[in-house]
């Protein structure tokens, strides 16, 4: 029994290895998945939510290159800190045109400031204070607050890999169960459990991650229990057709015969037997999630300011696609395309080498 599974899960893991797209969209994913974790380390700008605003700067084009004065901070931010919320005392940033030394002073002209100067001791900086003159490129350019745009973008991964696992987490917990309770027993629970899915079902999800979220408030925990709540139809529908169909085979009733709780023969029997449909919803639910919660910042009952989320990105510049800078919204779009793309393909990829018909 161990050869023949360890075979089957090599000729599972070879034919997803051979679908070329499902292949190079799950590389995407573990990628996008390592950008949410070191958001904040690899970020240009990596303060608290990449929220450091320069209004003179505001919706510059990609490329757009600024001089800046860093001016450090007297406190700092642990690595493991950093790495969770971002730098909380990130270096004050100023914007300059020009700057010279006088005695024992650094005086700066602001950016489009020509005919004032600001004066800065020379005590502030520890160094020499052309390594705190720095030329700061915005690769994707700046949103209409002067915020680098790319950074913004790459801390709103976390946002969306975080609301995916954890509805994906809490779809799976409530319709595995319920779903395998429903297909197991059948009669009056499963007749109790279907008018439940069905009555769930039936109300459109965008509708109830609304009430759900207006219910327990604004906010992206509220939205990542919210959308999690709404998921579970499908993933107890999938079980419990999949219990049905097995909870007669033979090693059932031996198990049975044998005096196995249900509890027992359900979770350590039927289930792992039934994983690979499971693993295809999952993924398929992983992309609904995103989705939703992007439509849910755009409608501005999701993540709230400053947290930089997909959709709120696209809600705050949408406008500027009449305005000549569409890329203001369409690089987000595109991040929002490419990652819910890749979940589908990757879903796509993982049933076909899952198929047991096939294997």
């Known amino acids: 029994m161990r050869t023949s599974s360890k075979t089957l899960t090599s000729k599972a893991v070879q034919r997803f290895s051979n679908n070329t797209p499902g292949m190079l969209s799950f590389l995407y994913i ?4 390592c950008v949410a974790i070191c958001c904040y380390l690899i970020s240009p700008d990596n303060s608290k939510n990449a929220n450091q605003m320069h209004l003179e700067i505001h919706s510059k084009s ?3 290159t600024a001089q800046t004065l860093e001016i450090p901070s007297q406190k700092k931010t642990s690595l493991f ?3 969770i919320y971002g730098d909380e005392f990130p270096p004050t940033q100023i914007l300059i045109d020009s700057y010279r030394i006088t005695g024992e002073h650094l005086i700066v002209k602001k950016r489009k400031e020509f005919d004032l100067e600001h004066k800065f001791p020379l005590t502030l900086f520890e160094e020499s204070v052309a390594s705190y003159i720095k030329t700061k490129t915005y690769y994707f350019g700046t949103d209409k607050f002067g915020r680098d745009l790319l950074s913004r973008i790459l801390i709103g991964t976390r946002i969306s890999f975080s609301i995916g696992f954890i509805a994906v987490l809490i779809s799976l917990l409530i319709g595995t169960s319920i779903g395998a309770i429903a297909g197991y027993y059948g009669g009056r629970i499963d007749a109790f459990c279907m008018w439940v899915i069905n009555v769930t079902w039936s109300i459109p999800t965008l509708l109830l991650v609304i009430a759900i979220t207006l219910a327990l408030g604004k906010g992206v925990w509220q939205v990542f229990i919210s959308v999690g709540l709404t998921m579970w139809v499908e993933v107890a529908r999938v079980v419990r057709g ?5 909870k007669t085979n033979q090693y059932v009733e031996a198990a049975k ?8 023969i359900i979770f350590k029997h039927i289930l792992p ?4 449909p499971i693993i295809v919803i999952s993924a ?3 992309a609904a999630s995103i989705l939703i919660e992007s439509g849910l910042s755009f409608l501005g009952i999701g993540a709230q300011p400053p947290i930089p989320s997909w959709g709120g990105i696209v809600k705050d510049h949408y406008s500027y696609l009449l305005l000549g800078k569409p890329y203001l919204a369409v690089l987000p779009g595109m991040a929002i395309s490419t990652l819910v793309m890749a979940f589908v393909l990757t879903g796509n990829a993982l049933r076909d080498a899952l198929d047991v018909k096939d294997l």
């Not at 573990?30 to 998945?33: A, N, P, R, V, Y």
């Not at 015969?257 to 027992?264: E, K, N, Q, V, Y």
């Not at 037997?273 to 690979?276: D, F, G, P, R």
């Open 30 to 33: 573990i990628l996008c998945g």
């Open 62 to 64: 990609p490329g757009f």
């Open 81 to 83: 800190s950093k790495l």
């Open 242 to 246: 999949q219990v049905l169909s097995i």
């Open 257 to 264: 015969a044998l005096g196995f709780t249900d509890f027992r």
């Open 273 to 276: 037997n039934i994983a690979a």
């Open 284 to 286: 398929a639910n992983f």
